[in-house]
C-alpha cells in the first residue's frame, strides 16, 4: 500500500478527480477534498 501512495504523490498532477485506480484488486475513485489536495476513496463507499 506505501508503494501504491508513493505513486500517487508522484503522479497527483497527472490524476483526474472521479478517475478509478485499482489497487490489490480493491477500486478506488479519486475526489478532491479541497485545496488540491486528491484523495482515493473506497468506490464502495461511493455506489448508491
Excluded: C, Y
Excluded at 508503494?3 to 484488486?25: M, N, P, T, Y
Amino acid at each position: 500500500m506505501d508503494e501504491a501512495v508513493d505513486w500517487l504523490k508522484r503522479h497527483q498532477q497527472g490524476l483526474l478527480v472521479g478517475s478509478i485506480v485499482v489497487i490489490a484488486g480493491v477500486a478506488f475513485v479519486t475526489v478532491s477534498a479541497g485545496a488540491g489536495l486528491v484523495v482515493l476513496a473506497p468506490a464502495v463507499l461511493l455506489a448508491s
